[in-house]
Protein backbone atom coordinates (compact mmCIF):
# COMPACT_ATOMS: atom_id res chain seq x y z
CA UNK A 1 0.00 0.00 0.00
CA UNK A 2 1.51 3.69 -0.60
CA UNK A 3 2.16 5.92 2.05
CA UNK A 4 2.75 9.21 3.37
CA UNK A 5 4.98 8.75 5.95
CA UNK A 6 5.54 11.08 9.18
CA UNK A 7 8.26 10.50 11.66
CA UNK A 8 6.21 11.50 14.96
CA UNK A 9 3.37 11.67 15.65
CA UNK A 10 3.18 13.30 18.90
CA UNK A 11 6.43 15.82 19.44
CA UNK A 12 6.81 18.03 22.26
CA UNK A 13 9.40 20.85 22.54
CA UNK A 14 10.46 23.69 24.00
CA UNK A 15 10.34 27.50 23.01
CA UNK A 16 13.09 28.02 20.94
CA UNK A 17 14.12 24.76 20.02
CA UNK A 18 14.97 24.12 16.38
CA UNK A 19 12.26 21.47 15.20
CA UNK A 20 11.97 19.13 12.24
CA UNK A 21 9.66 17.17 11.40
CA UNK A 22 10.26 14.85 8.45
CA UNK A 23 7.74 13.14 6.13
CA UNK A 24 8.54 10.49 3.78
CA UNK A 25 6.54 9.14 0.51
CA UNK A 26 6.99 5.87 -1.43
CA UNK A 27 5.03 6.85 -4.25
CA UNK A 28 7.46 8.71 -6.80
CA UNK A 29 5.58 11.77 -6.76
CA UNK A 30 6.91 15.22 -7.68
CA UNK A 31 4.76 17.28 -5.53
CA UNK A 32 4.88 17.56 -1.49
CA UNK A 33 3.14 19.73 0.83
CA UNK A 34 3.41 20.78 4.32
CA UNK A 35 -0.09 22.06 5.84
CA UNK A 36 -0.81 23.47 9.51
CA UNK A 37 -4.11 22.23 10.67
CA UNK A 38 -5.78 24.90 13.81
CA UNK A 39 -9.32 24.64 15.05
CA UNK A 40 -11.53 26.63 13.51
CA UNK A 41 -8.73 27.95 10.48
CA UNK A 42 -8.86 24.74 8.53
CA UNK A 43 -5.52 23.38 6.51
CA UNK A 44 -3.33 26.06 5.68
CA UNK A 45 -0.56 25.63 3.43
CA UNK A 46 3.35 26.44 4.73
CA UNK A 47 5.14 25.36 1.81
CA UNK A 48 5.30 23.35 -1.33
CA UNK A 49 7.98 21.38 -3.36
CA UNK A 50 7.79 20.15 -6.99
CA UNK A 51 10.94 19.04 -6.98
CA UNK A 52 14.08 17.93 -5.57
CA UNK A 53 16.03 21.26 -4.10
CA UNK A 54 12.77 23.16 -5.34
CA UNK A 55 10.25 24.79 -3.22
CA UNK A 56 7.45 27.41 -3.20
CA UNK A 57 6.22 29.46 0.05
CA UNK A 58 2.13 28.98 0.92
CA UNK A 59 -0.04 31.13 2.38
CA UNK A 60 2.15 30.97 5.88
CA UNK A 61 5.51 30.26 5.79
CA UNK A 62 6.82 32.64 8.34
CA UNK A 63 8.95 30.83 10.95
CA UNK A 64 9.02 27.68 8.63
CA UNK A 65 11.76 26.33 6.24
CA UNK A 66 12.01 23.25 4.20
CA UNK A 67 14.45 21.17 2.64
CA UNK A 68 14.15 18.28 -0.32
CA UNK A 69 17.27 17.03 -0.89
CA UNK A 70 15.41 13.55 -2.22
CA UNK A 71 12.96 12.90 -4.17
CA UNK A 72 11.20 10.93 -1.33
CA UNK A 73 11.43 13.22 1.49
CA UNK A 74 10.69 16.28 2.56
CA UNK A 75 11.02 18.24 5.93
CA UNK A 76 9.75 21.01 7.48
CA UNK A 77 12.21 23.07 9.83
CA UNK A 78 10.98 25.23 12.59
CA UNK A 79 13.98 27.25 13.38
CA UNK A 80 12.96 29.00 16.83
CA UNK A 81 9.93 27.46 17.52
CA UNK A 82 7.24 29.00 19.18
CA UNK A 83 4.16 29.00 21.08
CA UNK A 84 2.01 29.93 18.48
CA UNK A 85 3.45 27.09 16.32
CA UNK A 86 1.36 24.58 18.65
CA UNK A 87 -0.68 22.89 15.96
CA UNK A 88 -1.20 19.92 13.57
CA UNK A 89 1.05 19.19 11.18
CA UNK A 90 0.49 17.61 8.06
CA UNK A 91 2.38 16.32 5.15
CA UNK A 92 0.80 15.15 1.34
CA UNK A 93 2.14 14.19 -1.77
CA UNK A 94 0.66 14.38 -5.22
CA UNK A 95 1.63 13.37 -8.92
CA UNK A 96 2.05 16.07 -11.40
CA UNK A 97 -1.94 15.66 -12.64
CA UNK A 98 -4.23 16.78 -10.58
CA UNK A 99 -6.87 13.83 -10.84
CA UNK A 100 -5.14 11.62 -8.77
CA UNK A 101 -5.36 13.80 -5.51
CA UNK A 102 -3.28 14.26 -2.89
CA UNK A 103 -2.00 11.43 -0.14
CA UNK A 104 -1.84 12.66 3.24
CA UNK A 105 0.35 11.35 6.34
CA UNK A 106 -1.47 10.50 9.84
CA UNK A 107 0.17 14.02 10.85
CA UNK A 108 2.26 15.09 13.96
CA UNK A 109 0.97 16.64 16.69
CA UNK A 110 3.33 19.29 18.00
CA UNK A 111 3.29 21.04 21.25
CA UNK A 112 5.23 24.22 22.14
CA UNK A 113 5.98 24.31 25.18
CA UNK B 1 -9.08 31.52 -8.69
CA UNK B 2 -11.10 28.82 -7.16
CA UNK B 3 -13.05 28.63 -3.79
CA UNK B 4 -14.71 26.36 -1.57
CA UNK B 5 -17.25 26.78 0.82
CA UNK B 6 -18.72 24.40 3.33
CA UNK B 7 -21.25 26.70 5.17
CA UNK B 8 -22.11 24.06 8.21
CA UNK B 9 -19.25 24.15 10.61
CA UNK B 10 -20.72 21.05 12.35
CA UNK B 11 -23.51 18.78 11.57
CA UNK B 12 -25.14 16.40 14.20
CA UNK B 13 -26.86 13.52 13.91
CA UNK B 14 -28.46 10.64 15.51
CA UNK B 15 -27.11 7.19 14.26
CA UNK B 16 -28.89 5.46 11.10
CA UNK B 17 -30.21 8.77 9.90
CA UNK B 18 -29.71 10.35 6.36
CA UNK B 19 -27.56 13.38 6.24
CA UNK B 20 -26.17 15.68 3.60
CA UNK B 21 -22.92 18.10 3.75
CA UNK B 22 -22.91 21.01 1.79
CA UNK B 23 -20.24 22.31 -0.53
CA UNK B 24 -20.16 24.69 -3.06
CA UNK B 25 -17.22 26.12 -5.00
CA UNK B 26 -16.19 29.33 -7.40
CA UNK B 27 -14.47 28.55 -10.20
CA UNK B 28 -14.78 30.23 -13.95
CA UNK B 29 -13.59 26.80 -15.26
CA UNK B 30 -13.76 23.35 -15.05
CA UNK B 31 -12.27 21.73 -12.31
CA UNK B 32 -11.97 18.56 -10.31
CA UNK B 33 -13.44 17.79 -7.04
CA UNK B 34 -12.89 15.83 -4.11
CA UNK B 35 -14.42 15.00 -0.86
CA UNK B 36 -11.56 13.87 1.89
CA UNK B 37 -12.68 12.34 5.10
CA UNK B 38 -10.45 12.84 8.76
CA UNK B 39 -10.94 10.89 11.67
CA UNK B 40 -9.24 11.67 14.93
CA UNK B 41 -6.23 12.19 15.00
CA UNK B 42 -5.48 11.36 11.83
CA UNK B 43 -4.27 12.58 8.33
CA UNK B 44 -6.85 13.33 5.42
CA UNK B 45 -8.16 10.19 3.41
CA UNK B 46 -9.54 10.33 0.32
CA UNK B 47 -13.50 10.03 0.20
CA UNK B 48 -14.65 10.76 -3.24
CA UNK B 49 -13.71 12.49 -6.46
CA UNK B 50 -15.46 13.80 -9.42
CA UNK B 51 -13.46 14.15 -13.04
CA UNK B 52 -15.92 14.02 -15.27
CA UNK B 53 -18.43 11.76 -16.50
CA UNK B 54 -21.52 10.84 -14.67
CA UNK B 55 -22.03 13.46 -11.88
CA UNK B 56 -22.69 11.01 -9.39
CA UNK B 57 -20.08 9.51 -7.83
CA UNK B 58 -19.75 7.07 -4.55
CA UNK B 59 -17.53 5.24 -2.54
CA UNK B 60 -16.97 2.30 -0.76
CA UNK B 61 -18.50 3.19 2.41
CA UNK B 62 -21.99 4.09 1.24
CA UNK B 63 -21.30 8.01 0.95
CA UNK B 64 -22.19 9.60 -2.54
CA UNK B 65 -21.84 12.88 -4.24
CA UNK B 66 -23.29 14.82 -7.02
CA UNK B 67 -21.69 17.49 -9.25
CA UNK B 68 -24.11 20.09 -10.12
CA UNK B 69 -22.42 22.19 -12.46
CA UNK B 70 -25.52 24.75 -12.81
CA UNK B 71 -24.79 25.19 -8.88
CA UNK B 72 -21.66 24.84 -8.71
CA UNK B 73 -22.28 22.23 -5.64
CA UNK B 74 -20.89 19.29 -4.81
CA UNK B 75 -22.48 18.01 -1.53
CA UNK B 76 -22.00 14.70 0.36
CA UNK B 77 -25.10 12.36 1.18
CA UNK B 78 -25.32 9.27 2.87
CA UNK B 79 -29.08 7.78 3.82
CA UNK B 80 -27.41 6.44 7.09
CA UNK B 81 -25.05 6.77 8.95
CA UNK B 82 -23.46 4.96 11.58
CA UNK B 83 -21.69 6.16 14.69
CA UNK B 84 -18.03 5.54 13.53
CA UNK B 85 -18.51 7.88 10.54
CA UNK B 86 -18.03 10.66 13.32
CA UNK B 87 -15.07 12.49 11.41
CA UNK B 88 -13.95 15.64 10.00
CA UNK B 89 -15.10 16.44 5.59
CA UNK B 90 -13.50 18.72 3.95
CA UNK B 91 -14.14 19.36 0.19
CA UNK B 92 -11.53 20.36 -2.12
CA UNK B 93 -11.18 21.69 -5.91
CA UNK B 94 -8.29 21.52 -8.32
CA UNK B 95 -8.05 22.63 -12.38
CA UNK B 96 -7.80 19.53 -14.20
CA UNK B 97 -4.05 20.35 -15.23
CA UNK B 98 -2.76 21.29 -11.63
CA UNK B 99 -1.60 18.88 -9.06
CA UNK B 100 -0.36 21.59 -7.01
CA UNK B 101 -2.64 24.05 -5.91
CA UNK B 102 -5.66 22.26 -3.82
CA UNK B 103 -8.09 24.48 -2.47
CA UNK B 104 -9.17 22.68 0.80
CA UNK B 105 -12.72 23.90 2.09
CA UNK B 106 -12.37 25.15 5.68
CA UNK B 107 -14.18 21.39 6.78
CA UNK B 108 -17.84 20.31 8.09
CA UNK B 109 -17.44 17.88 11.59
CA UNK B 110 -20.01 15.30 11.24
CA UNK B 111 -20.93 13.79 14.89
CA UNK B 112 -23.28 10.83 14.48
CA UNK B 113 -24.73 10.67 17.93
CA UNK B 114 -26.26 7.38 19.75
Known amino acids: DVKVTQSSRYLVKRTGEKVFLECVQDMDHENMFWYRQDPGLGLRLIYFSYDVKMKEKGDIPEGYSVSREKKERFSLILESASTNQTSMYLC????????????FGSGTRLTVV | AQSVTQLDSQVPVFEEAPVELRCNYS??????LFWYVQYPNQGLQLLLKYLSGSTLVESINGFEAEFNKSQTSFHLRKPSVHISDTAEYFC????????????FGPGTRLSVLP
Open chain 2, 92 to 103: AVSLPYDGQNFV
Open chain 2, 27 to 32: SSVSVY
Open chain 1, 92 to 103: ASSLQGAGYGYT
